[in-house]
């Protein structure tokens, strides 16, 4: 079973920089496609970065945002510079895990998500 808690949301002014955490449970780094989400109020929730998908980097975020990932901690980093307002979102740590056959013999998304922290930025 794979889990995500993320952490370090908060309030950040224009301008400002704020590093979020995603600890995933287990060693799902290496099987799994790990990726920031994020969802403004009122909109959809939109892809942010993922480890495998750099080339379709959300054009907003490009050259302000980044990924690290510390394998011994089961920890993937969102790094946000130059936030400005049109960042504020909850931000979904994600897990793309390829797909898995039920018990009816159907082929299932193995996608997992985490439960969201909120980033508001302030100008």
């Known amino acids: 079973q794979v889990h995500l808690v993320e952490s370090g949301g908060g309030s950040v002014q224009a301008g400002g920089s704020l590093k979020l955490s995603c600890v995933a449970s287990?060693?799902?780094?290496?099987?799994?496609?790990m990726g920031w989400y994020r969802q403004p109020p009122g909109k959809q929730r939109e892809l942010v970065l993922s480890?495998?998908?750099?080339?379709t980097l959300a054009a907003s975020v490009k050259g302000r945002f980044s990924l690290s990932e510390d394998n011994a901690k089961n920890t993937l980093y969102l790094l946000m510079d130059s936030l400005n307002s049109d960042d504020t979102a909850t931000y979904y740590c994600?897990?793309?895990?390829?797909?898995?056959?039920?018990?009816?013999?159907?082929?299932?998304?193995?996608?997992?998500w985490g439960q969201g922290t909120q980033v508001t930025v302030s100008s």
């Open positions: 480890m495998t998908t750099v080339e």
């Open positions: 287990g060693d799902i780094f290496s099987s799994c496609d």
């Open positions: 994600a897990a793309d895990c390829g797909t898995y056959q039920d018990d009816y013999g159907r082929i299932m998304a193995d996608f997992h």
